[in-house]
């Protein structure tokens, strides 16, 4: 069977194409060197238009031993244009790719052999020097506080053992040897933890194979908020329009698809837990240590020559922020616009840089509903556990990516004793502050419930304001043109640049700024003039 989707290496050909693909060629170290490099382009002031992915061809260790494997960092979402190039879509068709893919699922199908088992290590070959996960290059994501290599762009696939239903999520591994990994799976109502809490009733163990290096379709469904019992495959599947191509496992009762670089098989322990962590996670602290289940690898198979793929996390922004805000903010927007039915929602916007998306979201409205406004908030608030810890409703002329523009709205257009609202009893998600090392994976570090809140800020005019005082648009537009004439630099307009009227202005006001434009502003005086009153 062929296919038309593009596997990781495919994809980072296209990549460079478009010249959105740095080739690292000097020898770099995975240990200390790789992610700092990657990461100043998120604190160092580079623009998400600028941003790029890294291919690190000359791999070596803290100890100086050399990979034959290429690691690449910031392939998927390093930027926009990276995420739109995996999801060959341009961004303004990112919102309308998701809905058509989560409406249209496509089944993947089987096929006999696959790229991803042109290698297999097995038995005792993966405990030897050398073997299971010496040869695999794993950077150290936060190099001075992680405590080993962490997969990152690491997607685990499980089953329901109920109902067989595969599913694909995005956990950190910890590497505690050559054939043992652990996983942090986040918490309580993720899918890999319901499938390990109904094992652990079986008593058996969860079969698992960690995958890294997908086919970016796969990625991008896997790291997406889907209801429980979503195949994510199929979803891929949706995204490009065809059955990704799946394999059986070697050791493990699972399928994975048939492009994908590496595949570490094994099974995850229900029987017993041991510390993971700390790691540096993308709520912008250090997550820290917790008992977590771990994974016996069993196999590990991948392509004669793959490629090591790692996501750049922790404080946002940074690809694993840009990768879950593409498709997140479409996947709000379906809910408050067409499953709430809020047809007034015109956007969703997460608030990405060090909030991580999950804590601040604003909420673009037309014309709202004084109803709309407050169903719009306590729906994005309560849709998903964890997220939505600041929820600020806004109007059409406030830029929701511009937080300066939201701040104006909410000094100016609301008032606290009338317009906010704090929801008591919320779930405080993947944050700190921590209950300490002793948690189970039953607590997961998430405190009493009955502790978190949501604070819901309506920040919608209430009534007609005067224009916004900066010139009208047409004056903007003409000095922009002589700008550009003097040869100045570069303009990068923020809105709202021009002035507009939010409805207290009449005829009369109008009249007299067209006469001001036209250089007969003394009309205006000698009429103010007759409406002189004596001074008491």
Partial sequence: MTRGYKDLQEHLVVLEEKGLLVR??????????????????????????ERKAFLFENV????????????????????????????????????????????????????EHGASQEEIHMGDELLKEGGGFDELPIPISTPGWDNAPYTTCSHWFTKDPETGILNVGNYRGQIKGRAKVGIFPCGLGQDVFVHWEKCKKLGKPLEAALVIGAPPAVSY????????????????????????RMVKCKTVDLEVPAEAEVVIEGLISTEYLEPEGPFGESHGYMHPRQLNPFMEVTAITHKKNPVLVSFISQVTPSE?????????????????????????????????????????????????????IWRALHGTATFHQGVGKIVV??????????????????CYRMKPHQDIEVIRGMVKGHAP?????????????????????????????KQPFPPISL???????????????????????ASPWYGYSLGQWDEELEAEADLAVRGEHYKTGDKLNAMQVKAE
């Fill in 24 to 49: 690292v060629k000097r020898e770099m170290n995975k240990d200390t060197e790789i992610h700092p490099l990657v990461r100043w382009q998120y604190r160092g002031g580079i623009p998400d238009q």
């Fill in 60 to 111: 070596i260790d803290a100890k100086g031993k050399k990979y034959s494997i290429p690691v690449a960092v910031g392939a998927l979402a390093g930027s926009s244009a990276i995420y739109c190039t995996g999801m060959n879509c341009n961004p303004e068709d990112v919102p309308g790719v998701w809905e058509k893919a989560t409406a249209n699922l496509i089944e993947p199908v089987m096929v």
């Fill in 221 to 244: 469904a896997a790291v997406q908020k889907l209801p429980y019992g979503v195949n994510e495959v199929a979803v891929a599947g949706g995204l490009v329009g065809e059955p990704i």
């Fill in 320 to 372: 694993s922020s840009v990768i879950k805000k593409l498709g997140y903010e479409p996947l709000f927007f379906d809910y408050l616009k067409n499953q709430l039915r809020i047809k007034s929602v015109t956007r969703v916007v997460m608030h990405e840089p060090l909030t991580n998306l999950r804590k601040l979201i604003v909420i673009q409205m037309n014309n709202p509903s004084e109803v709309d």
């Fill in 393 to 410: 409703a806004v109007d059409q002329d406030i830029d929701p990516e511009n937080m300066d523009a939201v701040f104006w709205a909410m």
């Fill in 433 to 461: 502050p921590f209950s300490g090392a002793s948690d189970s994976i039953d607590k997961a570090g998430y405190s009493d419930p009955a502790n978190e809140s949501s604070l819901l800020i309506n920040a919608v005019l």
């Fill in 471 to 493: 010139p009208k648009k047409e004056y903007m537009e003409n000095a922009k043109k002589i700008w550009e004439e003097l040869g100045l630099p570069e303009l990068k307009p």
